[in-house]
Nanobody, 109 residues
């Protein structure tokens, strides 16, 4: 397990962009970004495998990009053309670690 600290969330208008960061206490390999809106199940929105392969939920394809900086032990989620339905708390995880605090993303309509 590694400690995970998410940051970069905020309040934006629809159509704007944000970049989320996930700082890990150890090397980042396979990682995913998840989000959870009030009353909804936590869902996986983007993932990157140790090989570098990436995958995205259909709702964010073409708008979100997951990337990794091994030297900084950091995973990023670049979010473009944000929509109100993207509003949620965003978390990163390697599927083996405890959930962090997450970072709130709020997109106004």
């Amino acid at each position: 397990q590694v400690r995970l600290v998410e940051s970069g969330g905020g309040l934006v208008q629809a159509g704007e962009s944000l970049r989320l960061s996930c700082a890990a206490s150890g090397s980042v390999n396979g990682m995913g970004w998840y989000r959870q809106a009030p009353g909804k199940q936590r869902e996986l929105v983007a993932s990157i495998a140790s090989s570098g392969y990436t995958n995205y939920a259909n709702s964010v394809k073409g708008r979100f990009t997951i990337s990794r900086d091994r030297a900084k032990n950091t995973v990023y989620l670049q979010m473009k053309d944000l929509k109100p339905e993207d509003t949620a708390v965003y978390y990163c995880n390697d599927r083996n670690s405890d959930w962090g605090q997450g970072t709130q993303v709020t997109v106004s309509s």
